[in-house]
């Protein structure tokens, strides 16, 4: 992160139109999408903020891209047992009837395996739709809630379950985050992966009431161990049936309650507008989002650190003022002083999935196959629907050791070039990756000079990172070739900057 000074911006005051320049813009598509190309950075400077920021924030009215169909994927592969199953299974386990129990055993096993395999065709379905929308802050959105309320596949094994939270976490993207709330405690498969299903009055399972005060919503701190009891018992009878949630009253506890202060019958729609009350709901969902958007919160020793907070708290205020709708906090956000701060540019490490998706949208670079660009990301330590616990990826400098460094690098190449470690994919050849739409910027003169074209390619791809040590060394490499804007020059190049350490940063 870049050093802070006593002139940091801490104010979310509107920046003024002729300080948004072409780094202003490149910092928004990277920080409110994932990255953008030349042409688009030019075209976003030239708009100015407001109208920058408005194509961005109000996606709705951007170009259309087909919304996710519930028949996208098979909803039945993961079905429960009938009534007359059940007690088929219960006199075979009685008599030892084995040829009975292993038929059953085996259409479960049956079940799973193609599970497994629409999990993986949902992972390539996500992955080229964030590489495709036009739309590209609702897919950063849906990205931010799937860290944020982290739900993994390998724990409640239902791919259309998965499938429905991903839609739901787009239908909500920017909406309001208190209705997002209501639905999650009805998503099958947030209730599946904390075990609510099985909460009962006689026996309330606190993992969903507690996850939802202290990751999804308050924080450690902001409530008790009363606060947690007393909301596991408003959430009994909480389930689904097959792919819909259901409610089963006679599993729910009916009885008073009191949750943070509120008191009464509370159901779980009780239960989510006593944590909607809490002031420490907005600045706890504040500092998410500011971490997400803007860099990590220095510690309260570190420079930078009383700026923040003072930003933070100033959109928890937002989000208490607008009753938590989403798109005017981050509106006023992404056209605030304190986001194009220089102090707060290129402060974040890219994750995976902005490395990956990030590459293939301001490079241009060919999808490639997806199933390879999806091991890499696990490789990196992102795997999409795979989040490691309820906690999601702790990001920041986690996601850079000297192994995923190594697989940046080679994925990045791959991206490029078309070679994996085996040599090269068969459609290498037919998936040539063209560096010329990056140079439309350029005068033709200013394309077969070295300094210039080097000058031009570091600061679209690093930014103000880039060291003039490192633009004179790709300079001499632009020197090497047929001429420097000859495509296998250009392609080398382009390769060179992304193996930088800076090209990690955005």
């Not at 006023?332 to 890219?350: C, G, M, N, T």
């Not at 070295?450 to 040590?469: C, H, I, K, V, Y």
Request: proline share 7%; hydrophobic share 40%.
């Amino acid at each position: 992160m870049a050093q802070d000074t006593p002139s940091i911006s801490s104010s979310l005051r509107p920046i003024d139109a002729d300080r948004f320049g072409l780094d202003e813009a490149r910092h928004l598509l990277w920080r409110a999408g994932f990255g953008g190309t030349p042409q688009q950075v030019k075209a976003l400077a030239a708009w100015g903020p407001e109208k920058a920021v408005e194509a961005l924030v109000d996606f709705d009215k951007s170009a259309s891209y087909p919304a996710p169909r519930p028949d996208e994927f098979d909803a039945t592969l993961v079905t429960e047992l009938s009534d007359e199953e059940r007690l088929a299974v219960r006199r075979a386990a009685q008599s030892q009837d084995e040829d009975t129990l292993a038929r059953f055993r085996q259409r479960r096993m049956e079940q799973e395996r193609r599970d497994r395999a629409q999990i993986v065709e949902v992972q390539k379905w996500w992955l080229r739709r964030l590489i495709e929308s036009p739309r590209p802050l609702q897919e950063k959105m849906t990205l931010f809630w799937h860290g944020h309320f982290a739900t993994s596949y390998r724990t409640i094994e239902n791919s259309y379950h998965m499938f429905l939270q991903n839609q739901s976490f787009r239908a909500h993207a920017l909406g309001n985050f208190g209705e997002l709330l209501f639905a999650i405690i009805r998503d099958p498969a947030m209730i599946a992966y904390l075990d609510n299903n099985d909460s009962r009055r006689q026996a309330p399972n606190e993992n969903l009431a507690r996850e939802l005060m202290e990751l999804f919503s308050l924080g450690e701190g902001n409530y008790g161990e009363k606060d947690i009891k007393e909301g596991a018992r408003a959430l009994t009878g909480y389930s689904f049936r097959g792919n819909q949630f259901a409610f089963f009253p006679d599993r729910h506890d009916d009885g008073p309650k009191v949750i943070l202060g509120q008191s009464g019958n509370l159901d779980g729609d009780g239960f989510v507008r006593a944590i909607l009350a809490q002031k420490a709901c907005s600045e706890f969902l504040a500092a998410k989002l500011y971490q997400f958007f803007v860099a990590p919160i220095p510690a309260r020793a570190e420079p930078g650190h009383r700026e923040a907070v003072t930003v933070v708290t100033q959109m928890g205020s937002a989000l208490r003022a607008s009753r938590y709708e989403l798109r005017p906090v981050l509106r006023r956000l992404f056209l605030s002083e304190h986001f194009y701060d220089p102090a707060v540019r290129l402060a974040r490490i890219k994750s995976p999935a902005e490395l990956v998706v990030g590459a293939a949208r301001s490079l241009l670079a060919p999808t490639r196959e997806l199933s390879v660009l999806l091991d890499a990301m696990d490789l990196m330590g992102q795997s999409l629907f795979f989040p490691p616990s309820v906690k999601g990826w702790d990001g920041g400098r986690r996601w850079i050791n000297t192994s995923t460094l190594f697989v940046r690098q080679n994925t990045l190449n791959y991206m490029l070039t078309g070679r994996t470690p085996q040599g090269f994919e068969p459609l290498a050849d037919s998936r040539v990756f063209d560096p010329a739409p990056l140079l439309a910027p350029l005068s033709p003169d200013d394309r077969k000079d070295p300094a210039r074209l080097a000058g031009f390619l570091m600061r679209e791809l690093l930014g103000a990172a880039a060291t003039e040590d490192q633009r004179a060394a790709l300079a001499h490499f632009l020197t090497s070739g047929p001429s420097p804007d000859h495509p296998d020059t250009l392609r080398g190049a382009i390769a060179l900057i992304t193996a930088l350490p800076q090209y990690q940063l955005c």
